[in-house]
């Protein structure tokens, strides 16, 4: 079975750009998070996604957003990007919200903000 | 702030010895405590988890033990091997993850 899937690896942008990131969950997983990964902060929540309905949002600007599709391939989105925006950026997916569903992640995409 | 507390922040151990990390968590609405072992380049695997009404579950040579009085949870690696030099994060949920900062653990051969 594939795992979690995120594309692109690698992305150099420069600050004010927008940007959009993208998962693939494992088939059959129905939700989809997303975490954020700094030297500084660590990992932190970002958003949940499950049936296209945004259920869990952590605490961002509103520059972060994302979405979920009917296939349940999630994107996000940074707008108006900043030199702090830099990091590795996770997606995770589960089956679906219960409590105690493993979450399993993909191996991030790398923004690099210059 | 940190609502998972991770220490140590390093260790080294020689190849067959034991690794222990710990956690603590003040939220007792956290529900189920998983654990993930992260190399460079890659994304956190589920290492091992555990809910809170198991005290201990071993798998393999990684073993989770669950004090809820405490709230306290480590990880305990036994036969430590060269391959298990990696970044360790507990973690804990209640409607999202919220992880610890990290344990590098390099084994020595």
């Known amino acids: 079975k594939a795992g979690v899937t995120q594309t692109p690896r690698y992305l150099i942008k420069t600050r004010g750009q927008q940007v959009t990131l993208s998962c693939s969950p494992i088939s059959g997983h129905r939700s989809v998070s997303w975490y954020q990964q700094t030297p500084g902060q660590g990992l932190q929540f970002l958003f949940e996604y499950f049936s296209e309905t945004q259920r869990n949002k952590g605490n961002f600007p509103g520059r972060f957003s994302g979405r979920q599709f009917s296939n349940s391939r999630s994107e996000m989105n940074v707008s108006t990007l900043e030199l702090g925006d830099s990091a590795l950026y996770l997606c995770?997916?589960?089956?679906?919200?219960?409590?105690?569903?493993?979450?399993?992640f993909g191996d991030g995409t790398r923004l690099s903000i210059l | 702030q940190q609502q998972v507390k991770q220490s140590p922040q390093s260790l080294i151990v020689q190849k067959g010895g034991i690794s222990i990390i710990n956690c603590a968590y003040e939220n007792t609405a956290f529900d189920y405590f998983p654990w993930y072992q992260q190399f460079p380049g890659k994304g956190p695997a589920l290492l091992i988890a555990?809910?809170?009404?198991?005290s201990e579950k071993k798998e393999g040579r990684f073993t989770i033990s669950f004090n809820k009085s405490a709230k306290q949870f480590s990880l305990h690696i036994m036969d430590s091997q060269p391959g298990d030099s990696a970044t360790y994060f507990c973690a804990a949920y209640d409607y999202k993850l919220s992880f610890g900062a990290g344990t590098t653990v390099t084994v020595r051969a």
């Open positions: 555990i809910r809170p009404d198991v």
């Open positions: 995770a997916s589960s089956l679906d919200l219960t409590a105690n569903q493993p979450q399993h």
